[in-house]
């Protein structure tokens, strides 16, 4: 998968810019506040429909004009593609592939892929188990699309089993028994068909992610990343029956594969709350090029990595040792710094005050 030029008309603070990719490491280079961020988004904007800064749709448009348009010329294993997404400030998004306008805008979803790494990814390790869940289940979401549908069944049921739980308050009558019996049914089967896929991605991360810190780190520093609710043994039927007089009177499910966390070990002691700050930053480096892995291996395309002010926090030996061990594909980063001795890529875009030039 590649991308190897993209347009963009009054996207963030882009008037207008056409700019190409090389097919290896393009590297984006500019002061603060200059653009450099805007253009990955982007890029990544075309692949999920969505700002990777979580920004709302009309923050992409450029403020005092109505509409943006990103259109991106890309190559998936040989075949061409071109993208185009219209964002309207206030109204509803189109979308077109090859010339031929979607039915729905998300249908544009899959054609190109990315995997994104951001400062804000520093969450991963130092923020809530939700953090997590999500990266999993997003991971998941690229591998099979059908993962989209299960994340959304197990949503409706959760939403409507907390309603049912308000509802009871506290007492619970026949009816209200039996409804619950068959919402903790769809609950259990639905929970842990994602339990069991979140636990064999993990398993499938584990051994990359320790193999991406490592080579970081460039010292042995043993990482551990498990999945293993405390639910999984005896599993989540009986569970959700053991916690139902509790669930009944704080009316919420308190067990299940939406309080499930990842745990994420660094020399034995918990990320979240032992590791230092570049510490926690390498590790979540660690988790995106896990997932990157991950998704190249099983799907027959390399997703583009984008690595968003990669270098900040990283002392000059991680970051010399990240750009030493790149994966395989095409990678644009973007740098507020000077690019570490000896880098190497074969193209730079220099963007300052919105205007993108070759360096
Ligand atoms: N919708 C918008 N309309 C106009 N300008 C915008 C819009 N959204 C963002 N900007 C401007 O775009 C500028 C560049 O933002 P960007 O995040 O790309 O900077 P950057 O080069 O990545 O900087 P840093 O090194 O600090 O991360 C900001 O100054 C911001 O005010
Ligand atoms: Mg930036």
Not at 177 to 197: N, P, R, S, Y
């Amino acid at each position: 998968m590649k991308i190897n030029r993209l347009w963009l008309a009054d996207f963030r603070c882009y008037q207008e810019v056409d700019v190409t990719f090389d097919a290896g490491l393009t590297a984006v280079i500019g002061a603060n506040g200059q653009g450099k961020t805007n253009l990955v988004e982007a890029v990544a904007y075309l692949a999920t429909l969505s700002s990777f800064r979580g920004a709302p749709g009309e923050a992409l448009v450029r403020s005092g004009t109505p509409r943006a348009i990103v259109r991106a010329e890309a190559e998936r294993e040989g075949r061409q593609l071109l993208l185009e997404a219209e964002l309207v400030a206030n109204g509803r998004n189109r979308t077109q592939l090859n010339r031929q306008p979607l039915r729905r805008a998300r249908d544009l979803l899959g054609a190109l892929r990315v995997s994104v790494f951001s400062p804000d990814d520093l969450v991963l390790v130092k923020g809530s188990p939700g953090e997590r869940r999500n990266l999993l289940d997003d991971v998941l979401v690229s591998l099979h699309p059908r993962h989209d549908q299960q994340r959304s069944d197990l949503d409706r049921i959760l939403r409507q089993r907390g309603a049912l739980l308000k509802q009871a308050g506290g007492r619970l009558n026949a009816e209200l028994e039996t409804t619950l019996d068959v919402f903790d049914a769809k609950l259990a089967e639905a929970g842990e068909a994602l339990a069991a896929a979140r636990g064999r991605l993990v398993e499938a991360m584990a051994p990359v992610l320790s193999d991406s810190y490592g080579r970081l780190a460039r010292t042995p520093s043993p990482v551990s990343a498990v999945y293993e609710p405390t639910w999984m043994q005896g599993g989540l039927a009986a569970a959700l029956a053991a916690a139902r007089r509790d669930d009944l009177r704080r009316g919420v499910s308190t067990v299940g594969p939406h309080r499930d966390d990842l745990e994420l070990t660094l020399n034995g002691l918990p990320a979240r709350t032992h590791a230092s700050q570049g510490e926690q930053r390498s590790l979540a480096l660690a988790l995106r090029l896990a997932a990157h892995e991950v998704v190249r291996a099983r799907t027959e395309s390399t997703p583009v990595l984008i690595l968003d002010d990669v270098f900040s926090e990283l002392d000059p030996d991680r970051s010399d040792a990240l750009l030493r061990s790149l994966p395989p594909g095409q990678t644009i980063l973007t740098t507020a710094g000077v690019l570490p001795a000896g880098t190497e890529p074969g193209l730079i875009l220099k963007v300052a005050g919105a205007q993108v030039t070759r360096g």
